[in-house]
């Protein structure tokens, strides 16, 4: 019998192992580190009470026991925490605090047995039996801590049974019946054990054969039942390093998997993600992206599934701030060259359309002045007519620059007929801008033609003029009508082609 129960308790700590490193691979998420702190705690518990088992003397015997409770405290404890994320609730964390208080009082009381009778009030070390064993009193921390355990029990059992009861997913219930059962196995060999149900329990923890038991049928929801759920689902179709963001969430709409990019985009997802769930799934509703930080991610929905059944959503996000950047520049540029004159490079009728409102709205806004000016080429048919189409076409353009010569910085020239120009700028004073605009415009079609050197004379007509905008209807063609009205007044002096 003696070799048979060390070869039991050989074989639970091996189980642990395996089951430590199973979970370890998988260690991302809020509810499997619990689980792993309650499988390291239940590998000290049994190496440390294999050293018990083996020990010969009294001090070695309690020095092991002491190694054993480095685990032993906090099993029933992790447990407990564990089925708190697996059932989805919410625990205050002032609570949880409390209770590792608690258990760490606990610990601190079997640490310093020798010295205090909390835990025991008397120990007697006997070596009869199959196994050695101290027999002791029971202190008032002993009977808090079973208490404590009993609590943890019955509390944990309520919370799965109702979590049980109320969950539809049937994939999730047997999840959940499975971590049951291992719960309950060893909360059976606990009860044995403290009620004395057997007399190999005089020799021998029991609760070892339980930890053994629940084991497999731990191992049996992890890899039958998917115990990891959407999350391993999720890691078949990426992985964590993707810069797309990856997030999965079970039936419920609960967070059971994101990559690491998706906390960097947003770093609260897996304390809070319910907000960002329904921004995402806004987003994707009305087929808009999402802008985080500057960035622009374009979203996607899939469904999770197993076979037949739907375990949840995959969502993913795919930063698309590059390519947007790009169409816009492009969209930009494309824009731009829609508004210019390809033969003089000045703004053409649907850039003059595009910023008059722009120029408008800037004036009224700022109480200043708009300069308008509308200019005609004199002569083009005499040009045309006698040294070709393509001499009147360099003439126009030389006529573009005499008009750029005369532009202020932001000024701004439009092309919006065949010979006929319009200049549009802002003033926040009247004084002579009349006066130095018609002698830059001189000065600059004198310079060009002098420049040139040209056959014929490059000359225009134009009506300057000056207005504080009000914001009326038609304000614009009203000046318009005014600025030509004036060009063509300075035309017929000038233009001695006109008909």
Not at 71 to 84: C, D, E, K, P, Q
Not at 100 to 129: C, E, H, M, P
Not at 298 to 310: D, Q, S, T
Not at 437 to 449: D, G, L, M, T
Request: aromatic share 12%; hydrophobic share 45%; glycine share 6%.
């Amino acid at each position: 019998m003696r070799s048979v129960l060390l070869a039991v308790q050989y074989a639970s700590i091996f189980g642990l192992l395996l089951e430590i490193w199973v979970i370890f691979r998988r260690l991302k998420n809020t509810l499997l580190p619990y689980l792993f702190l309650s499988c390291f705690a239940i590998l000290i518990n049994n190496v440390g009470y294999l050293f018990q088992l083996l020990s010969t003397m009294e001090e070695s015997y309690i020095t092991a026991l002491k190694f054993s409770y480095c685990g032993r405290t906090w099993i029933t404890l992790s447990l407990f925490l564990f089925t708190v994320e697996f059932c989805k609730i919410k625990l205050p964390q002032a609570v949880k605090i409390l209770m590792v208080a608690a258990n760490i009082g606990i610990f601190v009381s079997v640490l310093t047995l020798q010295q205090n009778n909390l835990y025991y009030t008397w120990r007697k070390f006997s070596a009869d039996g199959l196994f050695p064993k101290l027999l002791h009193g029971t202190g008032i921390v002993y009977k808090f801590y079973m208490a404590l355990q009993v609590i943890y029990i019955v509390v944990g059992f309520s919370m799965l049974f109702r979590a049980w009861g109320k969950e539809k997913n049937a994939a999730t219930k047997k999840r959940l019946m499975a971590v049951i059962v291992a719960f309950l196995i060893e909360c059976v060999f606990f009860a044995i054990k403290m009620l004395n149900l057997v007399p190999l329990v005089d020799d021998y923890d029991v609760t070892v054969f339980g930890y053994v038991i629940s084991i497999v049928f731990m191992f049996i929801a992890f890899f039958r039942y998917d115990l990891l759920g959407a999350k391993e689902i999720a890691k078949d179709y990426m992985l964590d390093r993707l810069p797309e963001a990856i997030i999965a969430v079970d039936a419920d709409g609960n967070l059971q998997y994101c990559n690491r990019t998706a906390l960097e985009i947003c770093p609260d997802l897996e304390s809070d993600c319910q907000a960002f769930l329904r921004q995402l799934q806004d987003a994707i509703s009305k087929g808009d992206n999402i802008t985080i930080n500057k960035r622009i991610y374009a979203p996607e929905e899939n469904n999770l599934l197993k076979g037949r059944e739907n375990l949840g959503k995959l969502y993913s996000l795919i930063d698309a701030t590059e390519r947007y950047e790009s169409f816009n520049k492009e969209k930009k540029i494309l824009q731009k060259e829609l508004r210019l004159d390809p033969m003089t490079g000045l703004y053409n009728r649907a850039g003059m359309e595009y910023f008059s409102e722009k120029l408008l709205t800037e004036a009224k806004q700022k109480n200043l002045s708009l300069f308008l000016c509308i200019c005609d080429m004199n002569g083009l048919k005499y040009i045309n007519d006698n040294f070709g189409h393509e001499e009147g076409d360099r003439a126009l353009k030389i006529l573009s620059q005499i008009i750029k010569d005369t532009l202020e910085e932001e000024d701004m020239a439009f092309r919006i007929g065949g010979d006929e120009f319009l200049i549009l700028g802002l003033r926040s004073s009247p004084f002579r801008v009349l006066d130095i605009f018609c002698a830059k415009i001189e000065s600059a079609k004198k310079a060009r033609n002098q420049a040139t050197g040209l056959p014929y004379k490059i000359d225009l007509s134009y009506g300057p003029l000056l207005k504080k905008i009000q914001g009326t209807a038609n304000e614009l063609s009203d000046m318009m009508r005014q600025s030509d009205t004036l060009m063509y007044e300075m035309k017929k002096t000038r233009d001695k082609h006109i008909r």
